[in-house]
């Protein structure tokens, strides 16, 4: 976690985050097998029903395929706030940023709520919500709620989702 001395320095360098090495295993690797499985048993079986749950497990391993690579999903840096498949927000355009826990039966998830104080289209610098044909169907580390909420779930993330937000909140200070 940076100290608030470390604050410029990381915001000339940049803050990133990727998603962890771990995040998509499961769900990539997994149904990518099974996926090939079915395949193989529809052609040596020739069973053709089979094609359905073949097909299934390859959408849910092309859909979560983007937790498996390293690429940067969130930013931070002097001019705002990056968000993959968003675009960059400026930091003017923030009103707060929160983190709300949600528990269920089993599990506790963080998500990051950033609340913007125009509508999304004013708030960002850069809008890179046209995704290519390709990404369209793949995850995206973000959710709209309402107009002016913006949701990332911080679970495949590396850090702790605490550490996030506060980093987060301390580049917010500085930059705005």
């Not at 001019?79 to 089993?106: A, C, E, H, P, Q």
């Not at 709520?113 to 046209?130: F, G, K, M, T």
């Amino acid at each position: 976690m940076a100290k608030p001395d470390d604050i410029p320095e990381i915001v000339e360098r940049g803050y990133v985050l990727a998603y962890s090495r771990s995040a998509g295993d499961f769900n990539v690797n997994a149904m990518a097998l099974a996926s090939a499985l079915f395949f193989i048993l529809t052609f040596v079986l020739a069973i053709p029903p089979l094609l359905i749950p073949a097909v299934a497990a390859l959408c849910v391993a092309y859909y979560y395929y983007p937790l498996k690579e390293s690429m940067p999903r969130i930013g931070a840096g002097q001019y705002g706030l990056f968000i993959d498949g968003l675009g960059l927000l400026s930091w003017r355009m923030i009103k707060n940023i929160d983190m709300v826990s949600y528990t269920s039966r089993v599990a506790q998830t963080h998500e990051l709520h950033i609340h913007l104080s125009v509508p999304i289209e004013q708030a960002l610098l850069a809008d890179w919500r046209n995704l290519p044909i390709w990404r369209l169907l793949m995850k995206l580390p973000w959710h709209m709620k309402k107009d002016e909420i913006i949701r990332i779930p911080l679970e495949p993330f590396e850090p702790r989702a605490d550490t996030i937000r506060v980093t987060l909140l301390r580049i917010w200070d500085y930059c705005r």
